[in-house]
């Protein structure tokens, strides 16, 4: 009995040994093997920061308008007679563009300057007969009184009749006609827009914070797209006194530049259209400028992969951007002039990470 129990034991440390001693060879393998392994390198595409002179500016879309911009209404109740305007037609000011039936307000006038003349020579009259002390001062008052009322119905009438001939207010150029002949309008009818000829304004809003940045004065560029070729210059002629309580943005009146050449370029445009507005903020600088794609966004900001030297390891540096130049963004911190940096390969890489470079492939 006591014979099993000892062959018992020694089976179960027998056992036990060979586990223990298998799992400290593997051990020691696993961790020489590891301690001689270098993992391969990372094939990159690396560039070289640069350096040059940059002037800050700030692009926004804005809408062009006529200086002087307005709906064509009627102020008065009347049937359209005659329409003296082409839908396009540059008119000036002070030309006739819409007449309304103003016969019966012709005989009103007629029959109300009767009464107005009448009322004069009565008064007249009555004051000569004053001087001799012929009739009562009230009465003369009476035919005063009444000679101004026929007189003032007389300029209400001659202004209704000025009124029913719907004038231009200011030179420009008349758009779509809204209105035809024998159409009855009533006050606040839309007859057309006219809009007044180039130059033109631009209006458009800039965040609160860009304030201290603008002055009147101050040149602007114009472009119908973003990368698109210069269209026209100008200048910003206001800024408001106040900002949007609720989209806390400035609003900004510029007016395109009056040169002749420039008026050429800027006939391009049309009142109501997007344009893209470029602003000139502050004096040119040196900025050192690396390419978009070696800023790697991570949860805890932004970052790029440096080559050390000449060595084929990397370092990761948090850096701090600026603007967008195109195809690369100006680096405020981080990334000196020359320095090389990784811009394709990242998702790979980690600090200290051993690295190979490969020729960068130029878009053809």
């Known amino acids: 009995m006591q014979r099993s129990l000892r062959i018992m034991i020694v089976a179960i440390v027998l056992v036990f040994g060979s586990i223990m001693l298998w799992g400290a060879l593997k051990y020691f393998f696993i961790k020489r093997y590891f301690s001689n392994f270098k993992p391969p390198a990372v094939a990159v595409e690396t560039a070289l920061a640069t350096q040059q002179q940059w002037q800050p500016s700030f692009s926004v879309i804005g809408t062009v308008h006529a200086v002087q911009q307005i709906p064509l209404t009627t102020e008065v109740n009347g049937r359209v007679v005659s329409i003296h305007f082409r839908e396009g037609q540059v008119v000036k000011k002070g030309d006739l563009l819409v007449q309304l039936n103003d016969r019966i307000d012709q005989a009103d006038l007629v029959h109300n300057q009767v009464a107005a003349d009448l009322a004069e020579l009565s008064y007249r009259r009555y004051k000569k007969l004053l001087r001799h002390k012929a009739v ?6 009476q035919y005063l009184y009444r000679m101004k009322q026929t007189k003032a119905i007389v300029e209400k009438s001659k202004l209704i009749i000025e009124l029913k001939a719907i004038k231009a207010p200011f030179t420009g150029h008349i758009g779509l006609r809204q209105v035809n002949k024998g159409q009855y309008l009533v006050p ?3 007859i057309a827009h006219l809009y007044s000829e180039p130059p033109f304004q631009l209006h458009f809003s800039l965040p609160e914070n860009q304030h201290n940045n603008l002055k009147v004065g101050q040149k602007c560029q114009v472009r119908l797209a973003e990368d698109g070729p210069l269209i026209a210059t100008g200048v910003i002629q206001y800024i408001d006194v106040a900002t949007d309580v609720e989209t806390h943005q400035l609003h900004i009146k510029g007016l395109l530049d009056k040169k002749q050449d420039a008026i050429k370029q800027g006939s391009q445009l049309l009142p109501g259209q997007f344009v893209y507005i470029t602003l000139q ?19 805890y900001g932004r970052t790029v992969y440096l080559v050390e030297g000449d ?21 405020l911190k981080g990334v000196s002039p020359n320095d090389r940096v990784v811009i394709s390969g ?9 690295i190979k470079l490969v020729p960068t492939v130029k878009p053809s």
């Not at 009562?136 to 008052?141: C, E, F, K, N």
């Not at 903020?281 to 949860?299: D, E, F, M, N, W």
């Not at 948090?318 to 963004?329: K, Y």
């Open 281 to 299: 903020l502050g004096k040119s600088h040196l900025v050192t400028l690396i390419p978009k794609s070696a800023v790697t966004y991570r949860s």
């Open 188 to 190: 606040g009818t839309l």
């Open 136 to 141: 009562a001062q009230a009465d003369a008052d």
């Open 346 to 354: 990242q998702l790979r890489l980690y600090d200290g990470a051993h």
């Open 311 to 331: 060595s084929p390891y990397v370092r990761q540096r948090p850096v701090t951007i600026g603007d967008v130049v195109g195809d690369q963004v100006i680096i």
